[in-house]
């Protein structure tokens, strides 16, 4: 059976070379090869891809699963040519969530520790020190408290902040937990540092608006590594140059690459990373996937199946 490769990344040959070596390692019988005009789509049986184009699909009619390069799907849900029963599957953290959680304890010790302000004080040659605050006291909210969302809890809680949690419906958790519409002004209410890390569908899908941000109190601050198209970035500025918000860390935007004509380029309340908070790790994500084909193969389905009528 072939299984079609295709990713739109530098590192493509080191991840293609990593694929190869785990399912050596499987009894699964395969080519794996990356796709190209040559491959018979009929004799497709797995796809592992990222940011494949809408054709890539065409003609697969023996797909038994889609399987991603990240632990966003939306690059799959979204694509035209996948039909609506395929299963898909998600990177399950697979290294990514430690990534992700460095990059926001970075936000949260900017936000803790004032850095970026006492920048904007050296910049005026001002020697002031702001009030002191304690980790203890610092109240960060995740908005998505999933596989990645509970890492970045549990780092954050481990650093000392007070940590809560926002998810569309109620689990057990470490950590007070905020569910649901009803709950969301409830959660945002005492933040002083909002992190969303949500996955991208069709109700996530600008979600984080003024309506949000109002909810935040004066001089809340927010950090996205999600998706941007959650965000109304007119909002989202307006919210930063109202003071409503002090400040915000972004990974992604509504457009990726960011537009040369962009406001965020310039904005001195925006720190701008270029979706790189979670990198895909070559070797978990290669084991897994060889894993999760591996179990399919077998009949039964990884932690990573999605559930195609939520999205995620
Ligand atoms: C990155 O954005 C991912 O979905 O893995």
């Not at 702001?130 to 954050?156: K, P, Q």
């Not at 949500?198 to 996205?224: E, M, S, W, Y």
Request: proline residues 5%; contains cysteine; aromatic residues 8%.
């Amino acid at each position: 059976m072939v299984i079609s490769f295709y990713s739109a990344s530098d590192n493509d040959s080191d991840l293609l070379e990593a694929l190869h070596r785990q399912l050596a390692s499987t009894s699964v019988t395969h080519i794996i090869e990356p796709w190209s005009d040559n491959t018979d789509p009929a004799s497709v049986v797995y796809s592992i891809s990222w940011g494949a184009p809408d054709n890539f699909f065409n003609g697969m009619k023996n797909l038994r699963a889609a399987l991603s390069l990240g632990a966003g799907v939306d690059h799959l849900t979204s694509n035209p040519g996948l039909p609506a029963d395929v299963p898909i599957i998600r990177l399950s953290d697979a290294g990514m969530g430690d990534k992700i959680a460095e990059y926001v304890l970075y936000a949260a010790l900017q936000g803790h520790r004032q850095f970026d302000l006492y920048r904007k004080q050296q910049q005026q040659q001002l020697w002031q020190p702001l009030a002191d605050i304690d980790a203890a006291n610092y109240r960060v909210g995740i908005m998505g408290l999933g596989v990645i969302g509970t890492i970045i809890a549990d780092r954050l809680h481990h650093s000392g902040y007070q940590v809560s949690g926002w998810k569309r419906s109620t689990v057990e958790c470490a950590y007070p937990l905020f569910a649901g519409d009803t709950e969301l002004g409830a959660f945002l209410k005492d933040l002083d540092l909002l992190v969303a890390v949500l996955p991208l569908t069709d109700q996530t899908h600008g979600l984080i608006d003024k309506r949000i941000f109002a909810q935040l109190p004066a001089g809340a601050r927010f950090v996205n590594v999600g998706r941007g198209k959650q965000v109304n970035e007119s909002d989202l500025l307006a919210a930063l140059d109202s003071g409503q918000l002090t400040a915000a860390v972004l990974d992604v935007c509504e457009t990726e690459p960011l537009p040369d004509s962009h406001p965020f380029w310039t904005h001195d309340a925006i720190t701008l990373t270029p979706h790189v908070a979670g990198p895909t790790q070559i070797a978990q994500s290669a084991q897994q996937i060889a894993e999760s084909i591996q179990l399919i193969e077998s009949g039964k389905w990884p932690a990573g199946l999605v559930n195609r009528s939520d999205g995620y």
